[in-house]
């Protein structure tokens, strides 16, 4: 959910959102997806399932159920899973940053944190900047949060 919360690309996002009926071995199934969102303008129906229950049989004809029901209706269909999740660092810096989100810090600071941030690269882990802009001693987590809050939301 922090993920679909902090993509600017999505514009609306619902959990369970619909349930989708279908036929399967002679007999009527539902399926309910974890999401739908809204994302550059195309509605998407979002599974997140971990990786070792991707290919099981039940969930592979859930699966197929919601694509035929997503091409019916316009949307696309996606299986997140744990791994690609974890993928690179946004997952792990949106989530220590989401609690910082709402504090404020003067413009030195936050040019401090911006040239920090462009030294480290397009891949800054929010930890290594932390590190980067702060004195021995101190608690600066909210000041680099904020500010990075902005650049992954």
């Given at each position: 959910m922090y993920l679909l919360e902090y993509d600017p690309a999505i514009s609306f996002y619902r959990e369970q959102p619909l349930t989708?009926?279908?036929?399967?071995?002679?007999?009527?199934?539902?399926?309910?997806?974890?999401?739908?969102?809204?994302?550059?303008?195309?509605?998407?129906?979002?599974?997140?399932?971990?990786?070792?229950?991707?290919?099981?049989?039940?969930?592979?004809?859930?699966?197929?159920?919601a694509r035929a029901w997503c091409a019916q209706e316009g949307a696309t269909f996606e299986?997140?899973?744990?791994?690609?999740?974890?993928?690179?660092?946004?997952l792990q810096n949106i989530k220590d940053l989401h609690y910082f989100a709402r504090y404020t810090f003067t413009p030195a600071k936050k040019e401090a944190i911006q040239k920090a941030i462009v030294q480290l690269g397009a891949a800054a882990?929010?930890?290594?900047?932390?590190?980067?802009?702060?004195?021995?001693?101190?608690?600066?987590?909210?000041?680099?949060?904020?500010?990075?809050?902005g650049l992954v939301a």
């Open positions: 989708i009926h279908y036929q399967t071995d002679g007999h009527a199934r539902r399926y309910t997806p974890d999401f739908h969102a809204v994302r550059s303008g195309q509605d998407v129906v979002i599974e997140c399932k971990p990786s070792h229950q991707v290919n099981r049989p039940e969930n592979q004809r859930k699966f197929t159920a299986v997140i899973t744990d791994e690609s999740l974890r993928e690179g660092w946004r882990i929010v930890r290594d900047a932390i590190t980067a802009v702060s004195p021995p001693h101190s608690t600066p987590l909210r000041y680099v949060a904020h500010y990075a809050h």
